[in-house]
């Protein structure tokens, strides 16, 4: 019989020391009564699912009870919630009543649907948000929005506040993304979880079967993105970017990538760029954690050359590795990169040259840069500091629903 396991807090002692884990299980045997659920758009595919993935798997551990419910559409409501998440963060959309329509009634279904009778319901990105209007809200609801929000569409964000502000509080990731709404907001940034199948440790041999799998030759140093397919993960700058670079120095460049359920632009996308496919340049869509993990560890550098990014989880991935990272100098990525220091921050794809050739030809750079960047992500991006921030946000519910239920004995 198979024995069946999932990560505990006490597994998490090694990378951050038994001080941290003692204070975060003293805050979670506080709330052990509470059932929160978050809901959001899909289960696999980009950061969220991600940080979900892990985060609800540990706090169960530690007995709070914890779900995850996904909604569910037909591809014209995503391709709506696609623009709307492109609109947050500064594109372009044509706001006409047939798409608030669709976005509200797929939304009301899911509502039908789900019985969010819990003690906390967190709510994640746009495409969820109008499910508040929907339930007699006599607990705690949190809007968590992940994407970048300093330059929305101002029509959008006008049309989307009325939901917003009917939530109880608001995270963002960064303070960057702090808007004039009524409603308060915390700032959590993401974080990784070291002991999934991304971020584990890999033996040389591991690495080796992952790349020799799907033919990724190492005999050249590898530069490497791993992203959606996305137009603001910029991976045509990827490719423009190496070509430059390899008239300077010999390498192999790898763009993996997912299409994730949410997100009906991630195959346009993928097909826009197989044009691009050659000897040197390997473009993969492959949802495969462990070949994520090998391709992080192996490569000289890392690219994130985002036009816009939330955080950029898979820029702490790979400096969790000890890798370099090149990202591009917006949102989320200019927290975790400081500049020349951990890796660097560029804003061209002539920048973006300069520094894949500087680190494919300099290993004592490489080095350093990707010691640093460890440590980065030790201190500031794991998953227990990212769990604490949550624990602190559900005890400080509890602590005023015991002041307000406290204050009621005596009216």
């Known amino acids: 019989m198979q024995h069946h396991r999932i990560a505990r807090l006490k597994d998490y002692e090694r990378f951050v020391g038994a001080e941290v884990i003692e204070r975060i299980g003293k805050k979670a045997s506080q709330i052990q009564d509470l059932h929160v659920v978050n809901v959001n758009s899909t289960y696999y595919g980009g950061g969220v699912s991600q940080l979900l993935s892990s985060l609800t798997l540990l706090m169960n551990g530690l007995g709070i009870k914890t779900g995850w419910r996904v909604v569910h559409g037909p591809p014209d409501f995503f391709s709506i919630t696609k623009k709307i998440h492109n609109a947050l963060q500064g594109g372009k959309i044509n706001l006409s009543d047939r798409k608030m329509q669709i976005y509200e009634q797929v939304i009301y279904e899911n509502a039908i649907r789900n019985h969010l009778d819990h003690d906390v319901v967190i709510v994640h990105d746009p495409q969820p948000l109008p499910i508040i209007n929907h339930y007699r809200k006599d607990c705690p609801w949190v809007w968590r929005c992940?994407?970048?929000?300093?330059?929305?569409?101002?029509?959008?964000?006008?049309?989307?506040?009325?939901?917003?502000?009917?939530?109880?509080?608001?995270?963002?990731?960064?303070?960057?993304?702090?808007?004039?709404?009524?409603?308060?907001?915390?700032?959590?940034?993401?974080?990784?979880?070291?002991?999934?199948?991304?971020?584990?440790?890999?033996?040389?041999?591991?690495?080796?079967?992952?790349?020799?799998?799907?033919?990724?030759?190492?005999?050249?140093?590898?530069?490497?993105?791993?992203?959606?397919?996305?137009?603001?993960?910029?991976?045509?700058?990827?490719?423009?970017?190496?070509?430059?670079?390899?008239?300077?120095?010999?390498?192999?460049?790898?763009?993996?990538?997912?299409?994730?359920?949410?997100?009906?632009?991630?195959?346009?996308?993928?097909?826009?760029?197989?044009?691009?496919?050659?000897?040197?340049?390997?473009?993969?869509?492959?949802?495969?954690?462990?070949?994520?993990?090998?391709?992080?560890?192996?490569?000289?550098?890392?690219?994130?050359?985002?036009?816009?990014?939330?955080?950029?989880?898979?820029?702490?991935?790979?400096?969790?590795?000890?890798?370099?990272?090149?990202?591009?100098?917006?949102?989320?990525?200019?927290?975790?990169?400081?500049?020349?220091?951990?890796?660097?921050?560029?804003?061209?794809?002539?920048?973006?040259?300069?520094?894949?050739?500087?680190?494919?030809?300099?290993?004592?750079?490489?080095?350093?840069?990707?010691?640093?960047?460890?440590?980065?992500?030790?201190?500031?991006?794991?998953?227990?500091?990212?769990?604490?921030q949550y624990l602190d946000l559900l005890n400080s519910f509890e602590a005023n629903f015991r002041l307000s239920d406290a204050m009621s004995i005596y009216e």
């Open 146 to 388: 992940h994407v970048d929000l300093s330059r929305p569409n101002q029509e959008l964000w006008n049309y989307l506040v009325p939901f917003i502000e009917k939530y109880d509080a608001v995270i963002l990731s960064s303070r960057d993304y702090k808007q004039e709404i009524k409603t308060p907001q915390l700032f959590f940034m993401p974080a990784i979880d070291p002991l999934t199948i991304t971020n584990r440790e890999l033996s040389q041999e591991e690495i080796a079967e992952r790349l020799n799998y799907y033919s990724i030759p190492t005999d050249l140093p590898l530069v490497v993105q791993i992203s959606r397919f996305d137009r603001w993960k910029d991976p045509e700058g990827v490719i423009q970017a190496f070509k430059l670079a390899r008239k300077r120095v010999d390498c192999t460049l790898v763009l993996l990538g997912n299409v994730a359920t949410d997100d009906p632009e991630g195959a346009e996308v993928y097909q826009s760029l197989l044009d691009s496919r050659e000897e040197r340049i390997i473009i993969l869509s492959r949802q495969d954690g462990a070949l994520v993990n090998a391709l992080q560890r192996q490569a000289a550098c890392v690219l994130q050359k985002s036009i816009r990014e939330g955080f950029g989880l898979t820029v702490a991935e790979a400096m969790w590795k000890g890798t370099p990272v090149i990202g591009g100098n917006t949102g989320g990525i200019r927290y975790q990169i400081k500049d020349g220091v951990n890796g660097f921050l560029v804003s061209s794809i002539e920048q973006a040259a300069e520094r894949i050739v500087q680190l494919v030809k300099g290993k004592e750079l490489r080095e350093q840069l990707g010691k640093k960047a460890r440590e980065t992500v030790r201190q500031k991006f794991l998953l227990t500091r990212y769990l604490e």
